[in-house]
């Protein structure tokens, strides 16, 4: 496996499911990143970890829950979702120095549809 | 007030065609970073350019080419004879000092139709 891969691809589950997103990066980085896609909407930054911390949490509701075990690996813990939680979630990842601005690289996605 | 506005939502072209995606930023600050990416139907977004406030000088990658002003704020996007495999959605994004290099503001994108 190369770049950056997510599991799945798609996911379907009700409101009261509990369910995981999974992010693997094979690039070395040391920042990883979630993002949620909607239609019409700009990309919204959700969570970043940089050398697996959590350096960022833009007022994500605790229905999620991120984890990064080590810096290639970051999980996305899911429960009690709403509908308008259906989105495209994109993983990402990036040498995340301090001030350092480098380009970030996307794995595919996980279509999430919450019904 | 959103940071970067791509005000062409949809965009198409018959092959062959040039092509201009429009890009334009609101920042404070005085360095910052802007990128271009592209999300083809698979879902990834795959990164195409950064380029840094300080450094105004075009850039030619093959058919693709990026025309940076500050004095207008834009950073557009031009793809020379579009071909099929261009069609895509096409994001421009800016990150700023004061806001952290992680963060990455997107704009909603334009998606761009290349006609056979």
């Known amino acids: 496996e190369t770049g950056v891969t997510q599991t799945p691809r798609h996911l379907v589950m009700g409101m009261t499911n509990k369910k995981s997103l999974k992010c693997e990066q094979h690039l070395g980085h040391n920042a990883m990143y979630w993002y949620k896609q909607s239609a019409k909407k700009p990309l919204e930054l959700m969570f970043v970890?940089?050398?697996?911390?959590?350096?960022e949490n833009n007022s994500v509701p605790s229905r999620f829950s991120p984890e990064c075990p080590n810096s290639s690996h970051l999980f996305l813990h899911l429960h009690t979702l709403q509908p308008e939680d259906s989105a495209l979630y994109l993983c990402a990842s990036s040498y995340g120095t301090s001030g350092s601005h480098n380009e970030q690289f996307f794995g595919p996605g996980t279509r999430l549809t919450v019904l | 007030a959103q940071k970067v506005t791509q005000a062409q939502t949809e965009i198409s072209v018959v092959e062959k065609e040039d092509v201009t995606l429009d890009c334009v930023y609101e920042t404070r600050d005085t360095t910052y970073y802007l990128f271009w990416y592209k999300q083809p139907p698979s879902g990834e977004l795959v990164f195409l350019i950064r380029?840094?406030?300080?450094?105004?000088q075009n850039e030619i990658s093959g058919r693709y080419s990026w025309n940076f002003q500050k004095s207008t704020s834009s950073f557009n996007f031009t793809i020379t004879a579009s071909q099929v495999v261009d069609s895509a959605v096409y994001f421009c994004?800016?990150?700023?000092?004061?806001?952290?290099?992680?963060?990455?503001?997107f704009g909603t994108g334009t998606r761009l139709t290349v006609i056979p």
């Open positions: 994004a800016l990150s700023e000092s004061q806001t952290g290099a992680n963060n990455l503001f």
């Open positions: 970890y940089s050398l697996e911390e959590r350096v």
């Open positions: 380029r840094n406030s300080f450094d105004e």
